[in-house]
Each structure stands twice: as structure tokens, then as C-alpha cells.
């Protein structure tokens, strides 16, 4: 099991780093040009600066039963095709069960944009967003370890 981080824009580098560093998971942050990372133990992949080309990148590296932290639904998709677990920031677990509605979501959203309508950000982040992504992740963590354990 591995951690990939879609570092573009991820407000959780560091909680996941230490999380991984707890239970000596290793970490790859993958991000574009415009971003800069360097933490002890990590493995940082620079990318050109481009559309998706970080989520691409970690798509290709990610495999079964590892987990990527992205924000995009559309990375979440493809690692849910590959058999990963993603996660989004705040804790959210992306599913086979959930990941159609969030990529309509999405495509909805776009559409809307489009026609010149303005949607509303997302909300300030808060503490107890870092506490729900910290307690999400430790469980994921828990059930993989627990379900290779049976396998």
C-alpha cells in the first residue's frame, strides 16, 4: 500500500505525510510546475504545467489497494477503475457508489459556468475539516491492512 498525494492545491500534504509516516507508508506527492514540495521521506514528481498532466501522471502510478488524496473527481474515477481508494480533503471517500453523481455534479457545474452563471466556492476550510480527513485516512488505512491481512 502507497499514499499519492494530487498536491495541487491539496490543503492536507502534511497531515497525510505523517499519518503515512505512522504507519510507515510510503508517500509520492505528484504536482505540476507551479508547486513546489520537499519533505524528508517523500518522493516528490514534478510535472509539466498543463491540463491534468499531474493527475495523469499519478493515475499512471497508482495500483490496487494504494490510496490517492485528490480534490478531482475525475482522478478519483481513474483510480477507482484501478482499484485504489481515493480520498478527498475533507475525508470523503470516493466510491463506485458515489463517484457517477459527483462526475455529474461536476459536469453540471461546468455546463452552468459555461452559460455565464456563477456558482458559489467551496467553504472556508475549517479545524475540523483536518480532523475528519486525518480520521478517514487512519480508517482507510485500517480496513486495507485488515483486508490483505484475510486476503
Not at 457508489?97 to 461546468?110: F, P, Q
Amino acid at each position: 500500500m502507497k499514499i499519492f498525494i494530487d498536491a495541487d492545491g491539496c490543503p492536507v500534504v502534511d497531515i497525510t505525510i505523517a499519518i503515512a509516516d505512522k504507519y510507515k507508508l510510503p508517500v509520492t506527492i505528484v504536482c505540476d510546475t507551479a508547486h513546489n514540495f520537499s519533505a524528508k521521506e517523500v518522493t516528490v514528481i514534478t510535472v509539466d504545467k498543463g491540463a491534468d498532466s499531474a493527475d495523469i501522471k499519478l493515475a499512471n502510478l497508482i495500483g490496487a489497494d494504494d490510496i490517492a488524496v485528490t480534490q478531482d473527481y475525475g482522478l478519483a474515477a481513474l483510480c477507482l477503475s484501478k482499484r485504489a481508494h481515493a480520498l478527498d480533503q475533507n475525508g470523503m471517500a470516493y466510491t463506485e457508489g458515489n463517484i457517477d453523481a459527483l462526475l455529474l455534479s461536476r459536469y453540471t457545474a461546468k455546463k452552468l459556468r459555461n452559460s455565464g452563471k456563477r456558482l458559489k466556492g467551496p467553504k472556508k476550510r475549517i479545524k475540523e475539516n483536518d480532523i475528519r480527513f486525518a480520521d478517514s485516512l487512519e480508517r482507510l488505512i485500517k480496513n486495507i491492512t485488515a483486508d490483505n491481512a484475510e486476503k
